[in-house]
C-alpha cells in the first residue's frame, strides 16, 4: 500500500460511480433489506447503501456461489443403434467482471483462506480462482467494531488490508481510498476519485483511533485442541449445539461443498452446493459406517479444522476471520470465543 | 490427473468388458474416448478415481488395473448405493465419466526387495490386485510374494479366473479362505485374522499390505502386532466418503490429513499419528 496514491472519495460521488462501474461490473454492495438484516446486492441507485453495518451474510456466495453448475451434460441416441447411448460433457465456468463494494476487513481476509485451499493449493479450483481473478474487492475499514467482532485474536485487524484491493477509510464528506493491489489502482482511475490532500491525514489519523481488543490468546491453541481430542471436553461443550449449520452459513472461511447432480430429460448439470461440517450425512459412508456420527465429532473437527488443523498445513493460518456471525446467529448461544477459552484451560 | 486443467471435468469412457466377479461385484473395463487422454493416462497402483453416472453421481473406485497393462482401466465395484447401483446396470459401449487418478499410492519403491505379504478380504481384494499385478510384472525387484485372501463363501471371491493362474505360479503363494464350510470347498476355513494367526508369517524382511472391511482390518492390524510386524512394516487403505477427491469439499479429513489427497494409502504408523477418528 502506497500512501501517496491515496485519492478522496466524496460519499456523494458514491452513487455515480457504482453507476459507471455497472457499465463494465456486476457491481455489488450492502444493502438494508429490512431492520435487522443488510445483504450484498447488485447495486440500485434506489435501495440506498449500508456501509456503516456489518452485512448479515458474507460477500463468499459472490466468489462461490451457493449452487452453482460445474459442467453440463447431455445424452444422445446413436441413430444406428438406439441401444447405444453418448454423452456430451462441457466446463461450466461463469466469471463476470464484478466489484464488491463495501466488504469488511474481516471478510476481505477471509477470502484469503479460500484463496490458500482453492488457488495455491495442490489442487486449483477453477470456478473459484477465475471468479476471484475476475473480481475487485473494495473494504471499509471498520470504525466501529461490534461487541462480537474479535478480528484481532486471530490475527486480523479492524484497519487489515489482506485480500482487498482498495481499501476506504471514513473521513469528513466521504472515504480516503488507496490501491492495495493493481487491480485496485485501475480502479481508482475513475474520475469520482480526487487527491486526497489533507484527507490522507485525517485517514491515517482515524485509522489509529480504531482498535478491537485482543481477547483471545490462542498461541499453543493447534497443539492444545489434538490434546484434548479425546476429552469429555466436547460432549460438553456441544450439549445446547442443535446442529443445524447456521455457524457454517454465515461463515466467511468455511467452503465445504458437495456435488450432486441436476437432470431435466436426458441432460443436465453437475452442480456444486454449500455443505456443513455439521450434518450428519456429510460424511456418511455408504457402508452405514460414520466416523463423526454425532453433533460431539462434528463440532470437534469443525474447531478443529479451523484452530489447528488448517493452521498446520497452512503457516498458521486460522480458518477463522473473527468476523463474529457464528455468535450473533447461533441458535443455542454457543459463542466460539468461550470454547476457545474453555478448550485452552482444559485439562 | 495434472493440474492444469479443471479437476472437476470428468472424461469419457466406453465401458468394455464387464466381468460377474461376485453377486454383488462386477468389474468394468473401461477405455477413455480421448485417445491421446487414453495414451498419457498415467497413474500408480493405488491411486483411485471417481466414475460417474451423468444424472447420478459420482463414487470412488480404485484403479484395479496395474499401470504395467494399459488396455483398459479396470474398476471392480460392490453394489452399495445409488451410483453403484447404477454402475452394475452399464453393459458394453455405454459411456461413463472417469475423473483421476487421484489419490496417493503405495510405496512400492520402498517395498523393493522386500517379501510382500498381502491380506485381502472381499472388495478390499482390489487395491490388492492393482499392487499385486504391478509387482509380478516387475517380479526382479520384490522378495517371496504371499497373498492371503478370503471372502464370506466361495462364490464371493473375486478375480476367478485370475486367482487360477496365481494358484498355478511358482514365483508367488495363495492362500484362500471362506468364512466358513462348504461343498466341495478344500481349501482353508476361518476368518481371514484367525488364518493369518495359523499361518503366523515371521515379520522378518516383510511388508504386509492389507484391505477389506473395517472389521477385518482392526482383527487383522491386531493379529500383524501379535506377530511382531512393527507398525512402519503394515501398509492399509482407507475409506471415506468422498466428493471432490482433490481435497477441497473438506469432507475426507482425519486431523490435517485428507483420504483424498494424503490417502487412500496409509503405513500403521502414519495412522497412528492422526487424531482417532476412523
Ligand atoms: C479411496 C476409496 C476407494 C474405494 N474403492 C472401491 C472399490 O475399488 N470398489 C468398490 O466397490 N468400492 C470402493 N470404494 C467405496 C465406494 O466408493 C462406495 O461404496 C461408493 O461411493 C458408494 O456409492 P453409492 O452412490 O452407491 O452409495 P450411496 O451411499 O447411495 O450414495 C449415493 C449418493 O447419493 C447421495 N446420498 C446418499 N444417501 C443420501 C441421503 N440420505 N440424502 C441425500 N443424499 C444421499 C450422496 O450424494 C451419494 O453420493 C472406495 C472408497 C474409497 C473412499
Ligand atoms: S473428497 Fe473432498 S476433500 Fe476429500
Redesign the interface.
Known sequence: MVSREARFLATDNIPALLRRLGNTYRVFAPVKVSDTIVLFQEFAESAGLALDEQTTLPPKELLFPQTEG??S?R?RKDAEDL?????Q?E?T?EAPPTIIFGVRPCDARGLTVFDA??TD???????YKARREATTIVTVLCTQPESTCFCTSVGGSPTGIEGSDIILTIVTGGYVAEPVTEKGETLLQDEAFTPAGDKAGEAGEAREKVSVERELELDGIAEQL?DI??TDFWEQVTAKCISCAACTYVCPTC???????D?TGIE?S?I?TW?S?MFYL??????G?N??PTKT?RYR?RI??KF??HP??YEGMFGCSGCGRCIKVCPASLDIRQVLREAKAHG | MD?SG?????D?GTVGKVIHEAPNIKSLQVVLNDQHRMQSFRFEPGQVAQL?I??????TFVINSPPTRMEYLQFSIMR??EV?ERLHQLKE???V?VRGPLGNWFPYEEMKGKDIYFIGGGIGMAPLRTLLLFMLDNREDYGNITLLYGARSPQDLCYKEELKDWEGRDDMELILTVDREFPDWDRRVGLVPNVLKELAPSPEGKVAVTCGP?IMIRFTLQALDGLGFKDDQVITTL???M??G???????????KYVC?DGPVFSLAQLKEL????
Do not use: M
Not at chain 1, 121 to 127: A, E, I, L, S, V
Not at chain 2, 6 to 10: A, D, E, G, K
Not at chain 2, 275 to 278: A, C, K, M
Open positions: 460445474l459442467v451434460y445424452y441401444e447405444k447411448s453418448e454423452v460433457v466446463e465456468l485451499v482453492f493449493g495442490q489442487w486449483r479450483d477453477p470456478y489434538l481430542f479425546g467452503f465445504c461443498f458437495t456435488i450432486t447432480d437432470t443436465g453437475r456444486r455443505d461440517c456429510y460424511t456418511l459412508e455408504a457402508s459406517h466416523p463423526r465429532e473437527n478443529g479444522h489447528s488443523y498446520t498445513s | 493440474n479443471n479437476p472437476f471435468l470428468p469419457i460417474s451423468f444424472g447420478v453421481g459420482e463414487a452399495a448405493g453403484t459401449a455405454d459411456p465419466g473395517p475409506e471415506r466418503r466428493k471432490c482433490i481435497g477441497l469439499c473438506g469432507r475426507c479429513n482425519i486431523g490435517t489427497t487424531p482417532p477418528e476412523l
